[in-house]
């Protein structure tokens, strides 16, 4: 139930919901680097620490493109039914590829459509140890040429630090000095937080 009854709500919007997505890919994106890049005991080099790398590489990516999705495609929705709609795109890269098909160059799209198909192979449970051994072990083709290919995961850490770079760039035409007048309007805004209601 709305605590503020009678109130409509108005946040959070396309851009807010966009906002929080791309803080979010560069939060995978910095600890995909710090991990990939440690000199730690070797984290990366074991089959559990590569595919943790790539949850960070996959979710980061998925992170962006729902970035994007919601900076394009939310239309009028705002509140509950926008945080609704971007939420049942799930973990479905092709969806949110589909949903940005008009907004992306084909040039681009054709350069990255490999990497994103070898992404379907791989199921966003391999964050586990036992799940990343028995998919290394049983798809060892399919390892090698993604999880276990430096190349690859290079490729797909470019893809998320461009988009990343395109996404804020979009954002950064937003923002603007709020006046005060503004800032009360703003403040007085009802938001839905789907975790109180």
């Not at 490729?155 to 503004?182: C, P, Q, Y």
């Amino acid at each position: 139930m709305c605590i503020n009854v009678g109130k409509e709500v108005s946040r959070p919007n396309y851009l807010d919901m966009s906002g929080h997505y791309l803080h979010d890919a560069i939060d995978f994106e910095m600890r995909y680097k710090f991990c990939i890049n440690s000199d730690g005991p070797v984290f990366n080099a074991t089959r559990s620490g590569r595919a943790k790398c790539f949850i960070d590489l996959r979710m980061g990516l998925e992170s962006i493109l729902k970035s994007l999705v919601c900076y394009y495609e939310a239309g009028g929705r705002v509140g509950k039914p926008l945080i609704n709609w971007i939420e049942k795109l799930g973990h479905n890269i092709d969806k949110l590829l589909k949903k940005l098909k008009a907004h992306m160059s084909q040039e681009w799209l054709d350069a990255h459509e490999g990497d994103f198909k070898k992404l379907k192979l791989l199921p966003v449970g391999l964050r586990y140890r036992l799940d990343a051994w028995n998919f290394e072990d049983n798809k060892a083709e399919i390892y090698d040429t993604t999880i276990g290919s430096e190349v690859w995961m290079d490729n797909l850490h470019m893809v998320l630090n461009s988009l990343i770079e395109k996404t804020n760039e979009l954002l950064s035409a937003h923002r603007r000095i709020l006046s005060g007048k503004d800032l009360i309007s703003e403040a007085s805004e009802i938001w839905y937080e789907k975790h109180t209601y």
